[in-house]
């Protein structure tokens, strides 16, 4: 068992679901659940900035704060990249920077 789940493989079978029904929604909702499936916490989803946003490599990653105030890179796969693109070229404009952000700036823990 994995975290309650029967086998890996319903575990990543739930995950592609979570990323295709979050396609139906709006992109900055698509863009937060493709996040998340990194493995990265919600207060690290919304502490990140676009300029956060980069290479490694051949990688495409997100920097992170993690708990404790360390800096870490997640790696975003091709996919989800796409997703996140999507929503950068989507929306209008982003206070100060956040990555995902809401009319009056960055957005909240409660809010995601």
């Known amino acids: 068992m994995i975290g309650g789940w029967s086998s890996e493989a319903q575990l990543h079978e739930r995950a592609q679901a ?7 929604g709006p992109p900055r909702t698509a863009a ?25 490599g051949d ?11 360390h800096k870490d890179l997640v790696v975003i796969d091709a996919d989800d990249w796409l997703v996140i693109e999507h929503y950068l070229q989507t929306r209008v404009g982003g206070p100060d920077g956040w990555l995902l952000a809401t009319q009056r700036g960055r957005m909240s823990r409660q809010t995601a």
């Open 32 to 56: 937060l659940v493709h996040l998340l499936l990194t493995g990265m916490r919600v207060s690290e989803a919304t502490g990140a900035k676009v300029s956060d946003l980069g290479w490694d």
């Open 18 to 24: 979570l990323r295709a029904a979050s396609l139906t």
């Open 59 to 69: 990688d495409r990653g997100l920097t992170i704060t993690r708990k404790g105030g």
